[in-house]
């Protein structure tokens, strides 16, 4: 792969899924990360680090609590932006576009996809909500293992969104700051592509 892969693909999805797996090949921890940026319903931005888990036609999918801040903000304002940052590839993708939730069925398979230690983790954090301790958040999770023996249920807070993209640029770094930045921005069932200045 070369710096001009971008500029020669047709169909940035499959170009995201060849820039992630490789990836996933050299770097070390989470290459699956990804900022994640939302805003309230009166355009006040904010931001964090969340793990892709699903890329397709259809978008990019992550799962979170819908009563944390980042649910509610997409709930009220449903656009988002990600960004990719593979540091040791000198590579980078920024995602944008609508969002809507996941199915019910898709929401379930993944939470049941996850460890046991990671499903109680999910149900025992309010997620963005005060905490008084850790000690609370511990005992809260042992209570919860304790309460369910077997299968963990999914609470309904508890599920994914899909960022549906209009716009995917894909960057590329250049000597002397000559970069590479290819946009593809789609028009009704096609992809345009162009070419930015760095």
């Not at 939302?38 to 992550?62: C, I, Y």
């Not at 920024?94 to 230690?117: C, I, L, N, T, W």
């Not at 023996?149 to 770094?173: C, K, L, N, S, T």
């Amino acid at each position: 792969m070369n710096k001009f892969d971008a500029a020669e693909a047709e169909d940035p999805i499959a170009l995201f899924q060849t820039w992630l797996d490789l990836a996933a090949k050299v770097e070390l921890n989470d290459p699956n990360a990804m900022s994640l940026a939302t805003a309230t319903a009166n355009g006040r931005p904010s931001a964090r680090m969340v793990l892709l888990k699903h890329v397709d036609e259809h978008g990019f999918t992550f799962y979170t609590n819908f009563e944390s801040q980042k649910g509610q903000e997409l709930l009220a304002n449903p656009f988002a932006a990600l960004c990719f940052h593979w540091k040791s590839q000198r590579r980078q993708v920024r995602v944008e576009g609508g969002v809507e939730p996941v199915s019910d069925a898709d929401s379930d398979d993944y939470f049941h996809s996850r460890s046991r230690k990671s499903q109680i983790g999910a149900v025992a954090s309010q997620q963005s909500r005060p905490l008084a301790s850790r000690a609370e958040l511990e005992v809260k999770a042992a209570e919860l293992a304790a309460k369910y023996p077997a299968e963990i249920p999914r609470p309904e807070y508890w599920r994914g969104f899909r960022v549906m993209p209009q716009r995917i640029e894909f960057w590329q770094d250049g000597d002397a700051r000559l970069h590479d930045r290819i946009v593809f921005t789609q028009e009704g069932n096609a992809w345009a592509k162009a070419r930015l200045y760095p």
